[in-house]
């Protein structure tokens, strides 16, 4: 279904207010906008809602659409995908030296009930290595204090929600794109404030196994031009209990957005030693023009805060390129350094093809 361009640029408005259509936090940053404002899910990734569909295709690219694709089948509801292809390589000799890899296949379906009051999500990964659903909740919205309440397997509430798994606020913290869990979750969002609680198994989705369980959550204030935040978690089992704390936040500065998450993570097992790692991560997003985006990330690690020199350092520079609508193009070199010094050549070049809608 196409409506007519007229129609969306009417509602000039509301498109300021509309969400980024990529799931990367430095686009909420630009704006001033919350997460939940782009997507079905409150904290963030997956499924874009209208607004964020709109302005992908007449905000973000460098060439609008000149008719808006409507995400919606019928009358409540919606859906939506991201496909991405990933070719990277190494300048010296390695194994493997060049790689081409389907990094994501999601597809997404939200039904809309009630009068907007209750929804009904699956965020389904369908490649590269299997077919599993990554979110499928229902979730009930309007309660007082503008909040909700989800129940189901979702994404924890923690953090910056980077799209890079890799990075180490996402990968030590273990809260990333592969780690869902199953539970139940709160949130208020009155006026700049959002908050989330959530108690799941702590199984990163698995069936449960012991007793124990998993409190997750994030607070932050969010403002036009800044935000700042923070987060908390216990991990509880009968071998191990795991904490993390941190704190991020964000500033935009006209074409400039940076944006930062520092986390402690504490492992204390049954048996053995306590283990305590600090991870941190900074982001620079210049827009060099529309559709035309900069970007800088350093990530840091110290593996064991009580081990010397066993650090780690990741930095990526690139640049990302949205041409036309539902297409975002990418090109990065990424620098993995260690200490002590590995032997093996670690940096990485990568390009990126990304649909999605």
Not at 12 to 21: E, F, I, Q, R, V
Request: aromatic share 10%; hydrophobic share 40%; glycine share 10%.
């Amino acid at each position: 279904m196409r409506l007519p361009v007229e129609l969306v640029l009417g509602a000039g408005a509301l498109l300021m207010t509309a969400a980024p259509a990529v799931a990367e936090p430095y686009l909420s940053v630009r704006t001033g906008l919350k997460c939940s404002q782009c997507h079905t899910n409150v904290t963030g990734g997956g499924n874009r809602t209208a607004y964020g569909a709109i302005f992908a295709q007449t905000q973000l690219p460098m060439r609008p659409a000149g008719a808006v694709v409507s995400k919606t089948l019928g009358d409540f509801l919606s859906v939506g995908w991201d496909l991405r292809l990933d070719g990277s390589g190494t300048f010296k000799a390695s194994t493997p030296q060049t790689s081409i890899d389907l990094e994501e296949a999601q597809l997404y379906v939200a039904a809309s009930l009630l009068e907007d009051r209750l929804a009904l999500y699956i965020d389904q990964t369908v490649g590269p290595d299997r077919a599993v659903a990554r979110e499928a909740f229902a979730m009930v919205r309007r309660l007082p204090g503008n909040g909700y309440a989800k129940a189901g397997k979702f994404l924890l509430p923690y953090g910056l929600r980077l799209p890079d798994n890799a990075e180490y606020v996402r990968e030590r913290t273990g809260f990333t794109y592969y780690t869902p869990d199953q539970g139940v979750e709160v949130g208020f969002e009155p006026g700049p404030l959002t908050v989330s609680v959530a108690l799941t198994n702590g199984t990163a989705g698995a069936a449960e196994n012991d007793n124990g369980k998993q409190v997750t959550s994030s607070a932050a204030v969010i403002f036009r031009r800044w935000r700042l935040g923070a987060s908390a978690s216990r991990n509880s089992s009968s071998s191990n209990r795991r904490d993390a704390v941190g704190s991020f936040g964000g500033v935009s500065l006209g074409p400039l957005a940076l944006l930062g998450e520092v986390d402690w993570v504490r492992d204390a097992p049954v048996q053995g030693d306590t283990v305590r790692q600090l991870a941190a991560y900074a982001e620079a997003d210049w827009l060099v023009r529309r559709g035309l985006n900069a970007k800088v990330t350093y990530g840091y690690l110290d593996k064991n805060l009580d081990v010397p020199e066993d650090q780690k350092v990741r930095a990526r520079f690139g640049l990302e390129f949205f041409p036309v609508a539902f297409v975002r193009l990418a090109g990065f070199y990424t620098l993995l350094a260690d200490i002590p010094q590995a032997t093996t050549d670690l940096d990485r070049w990568s390009l990126e093809a990304h649909l999605l809608f």
